[in-house]
């Protein structure tokens, strides 16, 4: 990838375990970046990606397609989130690291930031592994209150309902709700805007998210894995450090292999 820096106008690193390795030649030569959830092994390691992109100009742009179908752009627009009081959700799952990003990429445009504590109920961690078929998993989120209202209450089901690809469902403090699904399409609909955005950061060289937007996605979902490795306790999105997800990914998610 070293000798490919001078020919091409921007990149896509899509192994988070070398994210930094991959992305630092492009970087230093001020061309963007598209980073896929999740975007780094740890915070510290993200931390390194964005200082040496903002040295350089070089825009930096992650997530996941998902985050851009057609049915949750609409959704995003419809909600009310100074008024959210609770959430549910769903996302079809395979492995950890990538499928619990499809669900919350869009739990985080369409409820907001500020996720403040994490737990993952279901599964207990697999020490560094990332194994496929992991049991079907719930993640708790609770965030920073906002204005005189208590503090939302959401959670994100890990292999749900295998006839969906993700369902949201928002209810409000004035007992309303937004329910919604979201399913693949044979249509360009499926990554027409992801498509679109991408190519708006790769031509201006302006990313579409702000730096904190990319660290606090990077620590819900570091906070999940620490909690299923932890007895499955509640995780300060503030107290995952430098922890670090899982890399290997293995068949059985009971047996590690030698």
Same mark, same amino acid.
Request: with cysteine; proline share 1%.
């Given at each position: 990838?070293?000798?490919?820096?001078?020919?091409?106008?921007?990149?896509? +690193?899509?192994?988070?375990?070398?994210?930094? @390795?991959?992305?630092?030649?492009?970087?230093k030569k001020g061309k963007p970046i598209f980073l896929c959830s999740p975007v780094a092994i740890s915070?510290?390691?993200?931390?390194?990606?964005?200082?040496?992109?903002?040295?350089t100009g070089a825009a930096v742009y992650s997530g996941s397609f998902t985050v851009d179908m057609h049915e949750n752009q +609409?959704?995003?627009?419809?909600?009310?989130?100074?008024? +959210?009081?609770?959430?549910?959700?769903s996302t079809s799952h395979g492995f950890f690291t990538s499928y619990a990003n499809d669900g919350l990429e869009p739990v985080h445009r369409l409820i907001g930031g500020g996720a403040r504590k994490v737990a993952l109920h279901g599964w207990g961690g697999s020490e560094g592994y990332d194994p496929t078929g992991i049991p079907v998993s719930h993640i708790h989120l609770e965030y920073e209150s906002r204005g005189d209202k208590s503090p939302i209450q959401g959670s994100l089901t890990l292999g749900g309902n295998k006839n969906e690809m993700e369902w949201y469902k928002v209810c409000y403090h004035d007992k309303t709700v937004? @329910?919604?699904?979201? *399913?693949?399409? *044979?249509? @360009?609909?499926?990554?027409?805007?992801?498509? +679109? *955005?991408?190519?708006?950061?790769?031509?201006? *060289?302006?990313?579409?998210?702000?730096?904190?937007?990319?660290i606090d996605k990077l620590k819900v979902v570091i906070a999940a894995y620490k909690s299923a490795n932890e007895g499955n306790r509640p995780v300060l999105t503030d107290e995952?450090?430098?922890?670090r997800l899982p890399t290997i990914r293995i068949e059985k998610w009971n047996e590690i292999p030698e």
């Open positions: 990838f070293h000798e490919m820096v001078d020919d091409v106008d921007a990149a896509m +690193i899509m192994d988070f375990d070398r994210s930094y @390795e991959l992305a630092e030649p492009f970087l915070v510290l390691e993200c931390e390194r990606i964005l200082d040496l992109a903002e040295s +609409i959704r995003y627009l419809k909600a009310k989130r100074d008024e +959210i009081a609770a959430f549910f959700a937004l @329910e919604g699904v979201t *399913n693949w399409s *044979n249509s @360009e609909l499926t990554f027409r805007d992801f498509l +679109i *955005n991408l190519q708006e950061v790769f031509v201006t *060289n302006k990313s579409l998210e702000t730096r904190k937007d990319i995952v450090g430098d922890y």
